[in-house]
Protein backbone atom coordinates (compact mmCIF):
# COMPACT_ATOMS: atom_id res chain seq x y z
CA UNK A 1 0.00 0.00 0.00
CA UNK A 2 1.52 3.20 -1.14
CA UNK A 3 1.78 6.98 0.65
CA UNK A 4 0.47 9.41 -0.99
CA UNK A 5 1.19 12.79 -0.74
CA UNK A 6 -1.35 15.52 -0.86
CA UNK A 7 -1.20 19.34 -1.51
CA UNK A 8 -3.88 20.82 -0.74
CA UNK A 9 -5.11 24.60 -1.96
CA UNK A 10 -7.87 26.22 0.54
CA UNK A 11 -8.51 25.75 3.70
CA UNK A 12 -12.03 26.78 4.19
CA UNK A 13 -15.66 25.39 4.39
CA UNK A 14 -14.34 22.32 1.58
CA UNK A 15 -10.63 22.55 3.06
CA UNK A 16 -12.40 21.05 6.06
CA UNK A 17 -14.11 18.52 4.34
CA UNK A 18 -11.43 16.95 2.02
CA UNK A 19 -9.05 17.01 4.90
CA UNK A 20 -11.75 14.51 7.02
CA UNK A 21 -11.47 12.55 3.84
CA UNK A 22 -8.28 12.06 4.18
CA UNK A 23 -7.93 11.05 7.70
CA UNK A 24 -10.54 8.82 7.96
CA UNK A 25 -10.71 6.98 4.53
CA UNK A 26 -8.30 4.31 5.29
CA UNK A 27 -10.81 4.09 8.49
CA UNK A 28 -13.45 3.09 6.67
CA UNK A 29 -12.19 1.43 3.47
CA UNK A 30 -9.40 -1.01 4.38
CA UNK A 31 -7.01 -1.80 3.29
CA UNK A 32 -6.88 1.14 1.40
CA UNK A 33 -6.23 1.56 -2.25
CA UNK A 34 -3.17 4.16 -0.61
CA UNK A 35 -2.57 6.26 2.18
CA UNK A 36 -3.20 9.82 1.98
CA UNK A 37 -0.66 11.65 3.69
CA UNK A 38 -1.98 15.49 4.41
CA UNK A 39 1.46 16.84 3.44
CA UNK A 40 1.47 20.88 2.73
CA UNK A 41 -1.62 22.77 2.64
CA UNK A 42 -1.54 26.55 1.05
CA UNK A 43 -4.09 29.41 2.23
CA UNK A 44 -3.80 33.22 1.02
CA UNK A 45 -1.68 34.05 3.83
CA UNK A 46 0.98 32.73 5.67
CA UNK A 47 -1.22 33.08 9.23
CA UNK A 48 -3.98 31.12 7.30
CA UNK A 49 -2.42 28.41 6.16
CA UNK A 50 -0.36 28.05 9.26
CA UNK A 51 -3.73 27.73 11.14
CA UNK A 52 -5.42 25.27 8.65
CA UNK A 53 -2.09 23.13 8.77
CA UNK A 54 -2.70 22.71 12.65
CA UNK A 55 -6.42 22.21 12.51
CA UNK A 56 -6.71 19.75 9.77
CA UNK A 57 -3.47 17.65 10.30
CA UNK A 58 -1.01 19.27 7.28
CA UNK A 59 2.91 18.49 8.17
CA UNK A 60 3.58 22.15 6.66
CA UNK A 61 2.10 25.18 5.15
CA UNK A 62 2.54 28.21 2.96
CA UNK A 63 0.94 31.14 1.11
CA UNK A 64 1.86 30.57 -2.32
CA UNK A 65 0.31 27.54 -4.36
CA UNK A 66 2.68 27.51 -6.79
CA UNK A 67 5.40 26.25 -4.55
CA UNK A 68 2.78 23.02 -3.44
CA UNK A 69 2.19 22.11 -7.38
CA UNK A 70 6.49 22.67 -7.93
CA UNK A 71 7.29 19.84 -4.84
CA UNK A 72 8.61 17.16 -6.51
CA UNK A 73 6.98 15.11 -2.90
CA UNK A 74 3.33 16.22 -3.90
CA UNK A 75 1.77 13.47 -5.78
CA UNK A 76 -2.02 14.76 -5.56
CA UNK A 77 -2.62 18.51 -6.21
CA UNK A 78 -6.54 19.19 -4.48
CA UNK A 79 -8.28 22.08 -5.59
CA UNK A 80 -10.93 23.89 -2.79
CA UNK A 81 -10.52 27.26 -3.98
CA UNK A 82 -12.79 30.12 -5.59
CA UNK A 83 -13.65 29.08 -8.94
CA UNK A 84 -11.61 31.56 -10.21
CA UNK A 85 -7.91 30.24 -9.64
CA UNK A 86 -9.20 26.27 -10.30
CA UNK A 87 -8.04 26.73 -13.95
CA UNK A 88 -4.28 28.08 -13.66
CA UNK A 89 -3.97 25.88 -10.43
CA UNK A 90 -5.09 22.59 -12.66
CA UNK A 91 -3.14 23.30 -15.83
CA UNK A 92 0.37 24.21 -13.55
CA UNK A 93 -0.53 20.76 -11.74
CA UNK A 94 -1.18 18.62 -14.88
CA UNK A 95 2.04 19.80 -16.56
CA UNK A 96 3.90 19.43 -13.34
CA UNK A 97 2.80 15.45 -13.40
CA UNK A 98 0.67 15.58 -9.93
CA UNK A 99 -3.16 13.87 -9.64
CA UNK A 100 -5.96 16.86 -9.47
CA UNK A 101 -9.14 16.70 -8.00
CA UNK A 102 -11.22 19.77 -8.20
CA UNK A 103 -13.98 21.37 -6.76
CA UNK A 104 -16.56 21.87 -8.74
CA UNK A 105 -17.65 23.27 -10.99
CA UNK A 106 -14.46 22.82 -12.56
CA UNK A 107 -14.48 26.44 -13.77
CA UNK A 108 -16.38 29.50 -14.67
CA UNK A 109 -16.91 29.29 -18.43
CA UNK A 110 -16.86 26.26 -20.83
CA UNK A 111 -13.26 27.70 -22.38
CA UNK A 112 -11.07 27.66 -19.17
CA UNK A 113 -12.68 23.99 -18.57
CA UNK A 114 -11.95 22.68 -22.05
CA UNK A 115 -7.89 23.91 -21.19
CA UNK A 116 -7.85 22.18 -17.97
CA UNK A 117 -9.12 18.89 -19.81
CA UNK A 118 -6.86 19.23 -22.54
CA UNK A 119 -3.91 19.84 -19.62
CA UNK A 120 -5.32 16.72 -17.88
CA UNK A 121 -5.65 14.35 -21.01
CA UNK A 122 -1.99 15.27 -21.94
CA UNK A 123 -0.45 14.78 -18.63
CA UNK A 124 -2.33 11.24 -18.50
CA UNK A 125 -2.97 12.09 -14.63
CA UNK A 126 -5.74 11.58 -12.58
CA UNK A 127 -7.99 13.72 -12.71
CA UNK A 128 -11.67 14.69 -10.97
CA UNK A 129 -14.23 16.59 -10.11
CA UNK A 130 -15.85 16.28 -6.92
CA UNK A 131 -19.35 16.12 -7.19
CA UNK A 132 -19.61 14.18 -3.71
CA UNK A 133 -23.73 13.84 -3.81
CA UNK A 134 -23.61 11.23 -6.19
CA UNK A 135 -21.71 9.33 -4.22
CA UNK A 136 -24.15 8.94 -1.66
CA UNK A 137 -25.09 5.15 -1.27
CA UNK A 138 -28.86 5.58 -2.18
CA UNK A 139 -28.04 7.69 -4.90
CA UNK A 140 -25.66 4.75 -6.45
CA UNK A 141 -28.31 2.52 -5.23
CA UNK A 142 -31.07 4.52 -7.73
CA UNK A 143 -28.30 3.98 -10.44
CA UNK A 144 -28.10 0.53 -9.89
CA UNK A 145 -31.86 -0.35 -9.95
CA UNK A 146 -31.73 1.65 -13.48
CA UNK A 147 -28.90 -0.63 -15.32
CA UNK A 148 -30.48 -3.57 -14.34
CA UNK A 149 -33.87 -2.19 -15.83
CA UNK A 150 -36.35 -2.14 -12.47
CA UNK A 151 -38.04 0.66 -13.71
CA UNK A 152 -37.77 0.38 -17.67
CA UNK A 153 -36.95 2.42 -20.04
CA UNK A 154 -37.01 6.30 -18.60
CA UNK A 155 -39.31 8.81 -19.16
CA UNK A 156 -38.69 11.76 -16.99
CA UNK A 157 -36.29 13.22 -14.61
CA UNK A 158 -37.02 16.05 -11.75
CA UNK A 159 -34.46 17.58 -9.50
CA UNK A 160 -34.16 20.32 -7.44
CA UNK A 161 -31.29 22.24 -5.40
CA UNK A 162 -33.32 24.44 -3.15
CA UNK A 163 -31.24 26.39 -0.74
CA UNK A 164 -32.33 29.52 1.53
CA UNK A 165 -29.08 30.78 2.86
CA UNK A 166 -29.03 33.75 0.66
CA UNK A 167 -32.66 34.09 0.55
CA UNK A 168 -32.13 37.72 3.11
CA UNK A 169 -30.91 40.60 1.76
CA UNK A 170 -28.86 41.50 3.93
CA UNK A 171 -26.96 38.30 3.79
CA UNK A 172 -23.05 39.80 2.58
CA UNK A 173 -21.83 39.90 -0.51
CA UNK A 174 -19.64 36.54 -0.82
CA UNK A 175 -17.44 35.65 -3.55
CA UNK A 176 -20.55 33.68 -5.09
CA UNK A 177 -22.43 36.26 -5.76
CA UNK A 178 -19.35 38.09 -7.78
CA UNK A 179 -19.11 36.76 -11.75
CA UNK A 180 -15.53 38.05 -12.35
CA UNK A 181 -14.54 34.71 -9.41
CA UNK A 182 -17.59 32.99 -9.58
CA UNK A 183 -18.46 32.25 -13.27
CA UNK A 184 -22.43 32.02 -12.27
CA UNK A 185 -24.47 31.86 -9.38
CA UNK A 186 -27.05 29.22 -8.40
CA UNK A 187 -26.47 27.64 -11.46
CA UNK A 188 -22.85 27.17 -11.46
CA UNK A 189 -22.92 26.58 -7.34
CA UNK A 190 -25.84 24.07 -6.93
CA UNK A 191 -27.15 23.37 -10.23
CA UNK A 192 -24.56 22.01 -11.37
CA UNK A 193 -24.82 18.76 -8.42
CA UNK A 194 -28.46 18.09 -10.03
CA UNK A 195 -26.72 18.10 -13.80
CA UNK A 196 -24.43 15.67 -12.77
CA UNK A 197 -26.67 13.36 -11.01
CA UNK A 198 -29.35 13.80 -13.89
CA UNK A 199 -26.33 12.84 -16.78
CA UNK A 200 -25.37 10.12 -14.16
CA UNK A 201 -28.58 8.73 -13.69
CA UNK A 202 -30.42 9.46 -16.90
CA UNK A 203 -27.77 10.50 -19.35
CA UNK A 204 -26.48 13.29 -21.94
CA UNK A 205 -28.50 16.40 -22.54
CA UNK A 206 -29.19 17.38 -25.71
CA UNK A 207 -31.29 20.28 -25.49
CA UNK A 208 -32.52 22.47 -22.84
CA UNK A 209 -34.98 25.71 -22.53
CA UNK A 210 -34.07 28.09 -19.16
CA UNK A 211 -35.37 30.62 -17.00
CA UNK A 212 -32.07 32.71 -15.17
CA UNK A 213 -33.43 35.00 -12.36
CA UNK A 214 -31.79 37.08 -10.23
CA UNK A 215 -33.87 38.40 -7.14
CA UNK A 216 -31.55 40.54 -4.75
CA UNK A 217 -29.42 43.09 -7.33
CA UNK A 218 -26.96 44.13 -4.37
CA UNK A 219 -25.91 42.97 -1.29
CA UNK A 220 -23.63 44.49 1.52
CA UNK A 221 -20.03 44.06 1.41
CA UNK A 222 -18.47 41.08 2.84
CA UNK A 223 -15.99 42.05 5.90
CA UNK A 224 -12.63 40.06 5.68
CA UNK A 225 -11.98 37.25 3.30
CA UNK A 226 -13.80 34.05 4.46
CA UNK A 227 -16.61 33.21 2.74
CA UNK A 228 -19.59 33.96 5.08
CA UNK A 229 -22.38 32.01 3.35
CA UNK A 230 -25.25 33.81 4.94
CA UNK A 231 -24.15 32.64 8.39
CA UNK A 232 -23.75 36.99 9.59
CA UNK A 233 -25.51 39.38 8.21
CA UNK A 234 -24.45 42.65 6.53
CA UNK A 235 -24.68 46.31 7.79
CA UNK A 236 -26.32 49.93 6.91
CA UNK A 237 -22.76 50.74 5.78
CA UNK A 238 -22.02 49.89 1.61
CA UNK A 239 -23.62 47.56 -0.79
CA UNK A 240 -21.94 46.07 -3.83
CA UNK A 241 -23.78 44.69 -7.65
CA UNK A 242 -24.53 41.22 -7.63
CA UNK A 243 -24.21 40.23 -11.03
CA UNK A 244 -25.01 36.71 -11.22
CA UNK A 245 -27.86 34.65 -11.43
CA UNK A 246 -30.31 33.90 -7.90
CA UNK A 247 -32.26 31.13 -9.59
CA UNK A 248 -32.16 28.99 -12.42
CA UNK A 249 -35.43 27.12 -13.79
CA UNK A 250 -34.50 24.36 -17.01
CA UNK A 251 -36.82 22.05 -18.83
CA UNK A 252 -34.60 19.48 -20.59
CA UNK A 253 -34.25 16.67 -23.52
CA UNK A 254 -32.26 13.67 -22.86
CA UNK A 255 -30.26 12.17 -25.97
CA UNK A 256 -31.85 9.09 -25.18
CA UNK A 257 -35.76 10.62 -25.44
CA UNK A 258 -36.58 11.10 -21.62
CA UNK A 259 -37.48 14.49 -20.52
CA UNK A 260 -37.12 16.29 -17.50
CA UNK A 261 -36.54 19.96 -15.40
CA UNK A 262 -34.41 21.22 -13.03
CA UNK A 263 -34.69 23.87 -10.67
CA UNK A 264 -32.22 25.10 -8.62
CA UNK A 265 -32.45 28.21 -6.00
CA UNK A 266 -30.47 30.15 -2.95
CA UNK A 267 -33.48 31.93 -1.95
CA UNK A 268 -35.80 29.22 -0.87
CA UNK A 269 -37.14 30.00 2.93
CA UNK A 270 -37.39 26.91 4.71
CA UNK A 271 -35.02 24.49 2.37
CA UNK A 272 -31.85 23.95 3.56
CA UNK A 273 -29.97 21.75 1.79
CA UNK A 274 -33.03 20.00 -0.55
CA UNK A 275 -31.50 18.43 -3.29
CA UNK A 276 -33.88 16.53 -4.89
CA UNK A 277 -34.20 13.79 -8.21
CA UNK A 278 -37.36 11.51 -8.87
CA UNK A 279 -37.11 9.64 -11.86
CA UNK A 280 -40.08 7.59 -13.93
CA UNK A 281 -39.67 4.83 -16.21
CA UNK A 282 -41.98 2.76 -18.09
CA UNK A 283 -41.48 0.31 -15.03
CA UNK A 284 -41.68 2.32 -11.82
CA UNK A 285 -40.22 5.28 -10.40
CA UNK A 286 -37.57 6.22 -7.95
CA UNK A 287 -37.64 9.19 -5.44
CA UNK A 288 -34.09 10.64 -3.03
CA UNK A 289 -34.13 13.67 -0.76
CA UNK A 290 -30.75 14.70 0.45
CA UNK A 291 -31.92 15.62 4.03
CA UNK A 292 -33.24 12.12 4.50
CA UNK A 293 -30.22 10.72 2.35
CA UNK A 294 -30.51 6.88 4.51
CA UNK A 295 -33.41 6.48 2.37
CA UNK A 296 -34.53 5.77 -1.37
CA UNK A 297 -38.21 5.39 -2.11
CA UNK A 298 -38.96 3.20 -4.62
CA UNK A 299 -42.52 2.07 -6.70
CA UNK A 300 -42.43 -0.60 -9.22
CA UNK A 301 -45.11 -1.44 -11.66
CA UNK A 302 -45.12 -5.18 -10.58
CA UNK A 303 -45.95 -5.12 -7.39
CA UNK A 304 -49.47 -6.14 -6.89
CA UNK A 305 -51.95 -3.71 -7.48
CA UNK A 306 -53.41 -3.62 -3.48
CA UNK A 307 -49.98 -2.84 -2.47
CA UNK A 308 -48.44 -0.61 -4.53
CA UNK A 309 -46.97 2.51 -3.98
CA UNK A 310 -43.81 4.16 -2.94
CA UNK A 311 -42.18 2.18 0.20
CA UNK A 312 -38.71 3.36 1.68
CA UNK A 313 -35.29 1.49 1.66
CA UNK A 314 -32.97 2.62 4.19
CA UNK A 315 -29.38 1.81 2.77
CA UNK A 316 -27.60 -0.04 5.01
CA UNK A 317 -24.29 -2.63 4.27
CA UNK A 318 -25.65 -4.65 1.30
CA UNK A 319 -25.98 -1.34 -0.85
CA UNK A 320 -23.40 0.51 -2.63
CA UNK A 321 -20.38 1.02 -0.47
CA UNK A 322 -22.09 0.44 2.17
CA UNK A 323 -19.66 -2.55 3.61
CA UNK A 324 -17.25 -0.31 3.94
CA UNK A 325 -19.29 2.02 6.39
CA UNK A 326 -21.70 1.39 9.15
CA UNK A 327 -23.29 -2.18 10.25
CA UNK A 328 -27.01 -1.17 10.53
CA UNK A 329 -29.16 0.30 7.87
CA UNK A 330 -30.05 3.96 8.64
CA UNK A 331 -27.66 4.48 11.14
CA UNK A 332 -26.34 7.90 9.14
CA UNK A 333 -25.21 8.75 6.40
CA UNK A 334 -23.53 12.33 6.30
CA UNK A 335 -21.54 14.73 3.98
CA UNK A 336 -18.56 13.05 5.47
CA UNK A 337 -19.24 9.93 4.42
CA UNK A 338 -20.08 10.92 0.72
CA UNK A 339 -16.63 12.84 0.84
CA UNK A 340 -14.53 9.80 2.52
CA UNK A 341 -15.99 7.31 -0.82
CA UNK A 342 -14.95 10.17 -3.32
CA UNK A 343 -11.82 9.99 -1.75
CA UNK A 344 -11.95 5.79 -1.75
CA UNK A 345 -12.71 6.45 -5.10
CA UNK A 346 -10.12 8.83 -6.32
CA UNK A 347 -7.24 7.36 -4.60
CA UNK A 348 -8.30 4.05 -6.66
CA UNK A 349 -8.20 4.82 -9.43
CA UNK A 350 -4.26 6.44 -8.90
CA UNK A 351 -3.23 3.03 -7.40
CA UNK A 352 -4.96 0.96 -10.15
CA UNK A 353 -4.15 3.46 -13.13
CA UNK A 354 -7.43 3.73 -14.27
CA UNK A 355 -9.74 7.00 -14.18
CA UNK A 356 -12.57 8.32 -12.04
CA UNK A 357 -15.91 9.70 -12.76
CA UNK A 358 -16.51 12.18 -12.78
CA UNK A 359 -13.02 13.55 -14.29
CA UNK A 360 -12.45 16.75 -16.40
CA UNK A 361 -14.84 15.71 -19.21
CA UNK A 362 -17.86 15.28 -16.85
CA UNK A 363 -17.22 18.99 -15.67
CA UNK A 364 -16.25 20.12 -19.39
CA UNK A 365 -19.39 19.47 -20.80
CA UNK A 366 -21.41 19.91 -17.62
CA UNK A 367 -19.73 23.99 -18.42
CA UNK A 368 -21.03 23.56 -22.10
CA UNK A 369 -24.49 22.79 -20.82
CA UNK A 370 -24.24 25.89 -18.60
CA UNK A 371 -23.53 27.43 -21.90
CA UNK A 372 -26.70 26.56 -23.15
CA UNK A 373 -28.79 26.97 -20.28
CA UNK A 374 -27.26 30.79 -20.32
CA UNK A 375 -27.79 30.90 -24.02
CA UNK A 376 -31.59 29.59 -23.50
CA UNK A 377 -32.12 32.46 -21.21
CA UNK A 378 -31.17 34.68 -23.03
CA UNK A 379 -32.60 33.51 -26.19
CA UNK A 380 -36.15 32.58 -24.46
CA UNK A 381 -35.73 28.94 -26.79
CA UNK A 382 -34.97 25.61 -26.95
CA UNK A 383 -31.26 25.43 -26.99
CA UNK A 384 -28.52 22.52 -28.01
CA UNK A 385 -26.53 21.22 -26.03
CA UNK A 386 -22.64 21.23 -27.82
CA UNK A 387 -20.93 17.84 -27.14
CA UNK A 388 -17.44 18.43 -25.56
CA UNK A 389 -14.48 18.10 -27.75
CA UNK A 390 -12.60 15.06 -26.18
Known sequence: MQNLNV??????????????????????????????????IAEATDQLAAEAARRFGFEQSTSDWRSVVEDPEIDVVDIATPNHLHAEIAIAAAKAGKHIISEKPLARTSQEAKAMYEAV?????????????????????????????????????????????SADPNSPLSWRFQKSIAGSGALGDIATHVIDMARYLVGDFSQVNS?????????????????????????????????????VMTMIRFSNGAVGSIEATRNAYGRNNFITFEIHG???????????RDELQVCFASDQGDR?????????????YGAALWPIPALGIGYGETKIIEAHDFFTAIAEGGTVSPNFADGYQIALIDDAIVQSAESDAWVDVQPAEL
Open 308 to 320: RGFRTIYTGPVHP
Open 7 to 40: GLIGGGFMGKAHSLAYAAMPMFFWPAPAMPVRKT
Open 121 to 165: KEAGVVHAVAFNYRRTPAVALAKKYIEEGAIGRILNFRGTYLQDW
Open 211 to 247: ILSTWIPERPLQAGGADALGTVRGSDGPRGDVDVDDE
Open 282 to 292: SEGSIVFNYER
